[in-house]
């Protein structure tokens, strides 16, 4: 997962565009960029490293101007190498900047055409840098000497027929102005909204959350639709269009499990209250199935269980407490690079209170398992706090099957749940019991806040992609994408 962000404003919009970014953080850790524009000349500043750490040097000083993007990074293609950090930029047609979150599975394809027939040569393995040469190579057949929001609109249209996966997107255009567009399931997130102040022009902000938005006081007008394109050109002219025949609303129902923060809206549902109801549903499951068990106390592990375990402790009639704390200056532990590295973590980042465990029934609460590296410690730590049975709640389903649309879990194999029943997953994990939300149960308590929602992305528990994923991509990345590969060992 990646974050993105982009602003048009009445003054310098990089220190706007760097909060947004520390906002999103949550999104990607590998790598933070801003490009912006003044007078018709782009700077861009870009390395790898946390958004405060990127932009303390004196390089970003030079980012002026009153209309720019910014991204964070979680890898999904290529490397996590400055040369594959974003913002990309393109200098023909006009100079174009881009910042994309999401995952292209027909990149390698796409790449031997531009070279072989669009005459454009890409420098790295990040499909996002293939994204946009496509996306310029089309501006530049659409346009003739001036740039219109027709040649754009017919530019994103020709990205739909060309690039296959998912991409939420955001561009900017020296002294053009901003462009965002998402692909036509809708798979990753993309808000817009206006900031109105009285004698001066309309201010606009993009982003993949709206949280971005609250907090510099912008308010939300719209989700950028599946296959819509907007533009906000830099003498605040707004134009929007359906840029694709065929779309189908189908968020990634992850990031309400985890992704994103709780404070956001994805389209139009909270993702508070999506996690409030996913807490509701699996206590209702566990009053079903463990009637017979005495459960002590609900302990959720910081951070992204909380919100469902509150409503799952109440539901159940027993003590919510927090029997971890976390280590506020640790990151996500699961967008790490390595699984070495995401072991430690794990035991760097949470410590339990002993006396919310010694000699009691506890039941674990997390968001999702994927790899089982936090469960499988935590229920570790349990016992070792004293627990006298440790039982496990999950408020997503089995993670079984890996996902390309932007977040990292290319190999089945790494997965848990992979070709395991839940017994056999139990007893993995080293709990007393275990058990898992069901699809069926996720999906609604996402989709009760937006029934207008057609379906989800829930291609990482169902094994059913949105898009026609081939075999041979789901090999590719299996082999290239593999916590072994990436340590360099195959
Ligand atoms: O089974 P795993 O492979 O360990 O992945 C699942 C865990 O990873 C995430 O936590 P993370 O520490 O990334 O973020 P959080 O602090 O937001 O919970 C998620 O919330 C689960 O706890
Ligand atoms: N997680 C993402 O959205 C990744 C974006 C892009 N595929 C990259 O690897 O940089
Ligand atoms: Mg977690």
Known sequence: MCGIVGMIGNHDVASTIYECLTILQHRGQDAAGIATCEEGKLE??????????????????????????????YPTAGSSNLEEAQP??????????????????NADQLKKELF????RHINTQSDSEVLLNVFAHELQNASGLVITPDAIFHAVSRVHKRCKGAYANVLIIPGYGIIA?????????????????EGAPDEYMVASESIALDQHDFELLDDVAPGEAIIITNDRQFYRKQCASNTQLSPCVFEYVYFAR?????????????????GEKLAD???????????????????????????????????????????????????????????????????AVELEFRNKNVLLVDDSIVRGTTSKQI????????????????????VRYPNVYGIDMPLCEELVA????????????????LIYQTLEDLEAACKEGNPKIDRFDSSCFSNEYVTDVGADYFEKIGIQRSDLAKQGNV
Request: glycine content about 8%.
């Open 44 to 73: 861009l500043v870009k390395n790898n490293g946390l958004v405060s750490d990127v932009f303390r040097s004196e390089s970003a000083q030079k980012l002026k101007g009153l209309s720019g993007i910014g991204h964070v990074r």
């Open 88 to 105: 990309f930029y393109v200098n023909s047609p006009f100079g174009i900047a881009l910042a994309h979150n999401g995952n292209l599975h």
């Open 116 to 119: 072989a027939e669009d005459r």
């Open 181 to 197: 567009f998402r692909d036509p399931n809708g798979i990753r997130p993309l808000v817009y909204g206006v900031r109105k102040t």
């Open 262 to 278: 709780p404070d956001s809206m994805i389209d139009d549902v909270s993702v508070y209250k999506a996690r409030l109801r996913m």
């Open 285 to 351: 499951q566990i009053k079903e199935r463990w009637g017979d068990e005495e459960i002590d106390v609900v302990i959720p592990i910081p951070e992204s269980s909380r919100t469902s375990a509150i409503p799952m402790a109440y539901s159940l009639g027993v003590k919510f407490r927090e029997g971890f704390i976390k280590n506020r200056y640790i990151g996500r532990t699961f967008i790490m690079p390595g699984q070495d590295q995401r072991v430690k973590s794990v035991r760097r980042k949470l410590n």
């Open 379 to 398: 229920i570790q730590m349990a016992r070792e706090a004293g627990a006298k049975k440790v039982f496990f709640a999950s408020a997503a389903p089995p």
């Open 418 to 433: 992979h070709n395991r029943t839940e017994d056999e997953i139990c007893e993995i994990l080293g709990a007393d019991r």
